[in-house]
């Protein structure tokens, strides 16, 4: 890793939630997730923005969704960035599952938390 020192990708990525998909500027991601690595944030899933126009986000349930301060979506990308949002679950927020937050001592089958919680990374 190159010492280019710390600025606004550094940030967001230290203040992302754990789990978080971050989305880089593109799709060469050699760069984000070597900081990501650098910066013990190795939890977090680096997508690029095309990520929002295939859909992969379909069918989970996601703990945040972080834009890179220098991201700019295309139309259809900012389509799929808006539908992605819904799938955002609040600590504590059941996903729809019965009994969501009644699993205390394994993971929810429909958005595998436990009680309620994400699992916890070293990086918070």
Sequence with gaps: MTKRGTGQTSAQMLAARPHAVYVWVNAYLDYPRALAKFLRREDLQIVG?????????????????????????????????????????????????PGCRSHVTHPCEGCGRTAGRWPETEAT
């Excluded at 301060?69 to 819904?86: D, I, K, V």
């Design 49 to 97: 923005p095309t990520w929002f126009e295939t859909y992969k986000w379909e069918g989970r349930w996601l703990t945040d969704i972080v834009l890179d301060h220098a991201c700019w979506l295309r139309s259809a990308q900012r389509q799929g960035y808006a539908s992605a949002q819904t799938r955002i679950l609040e600590p504590l927020q059941p996903c729809g599952h």
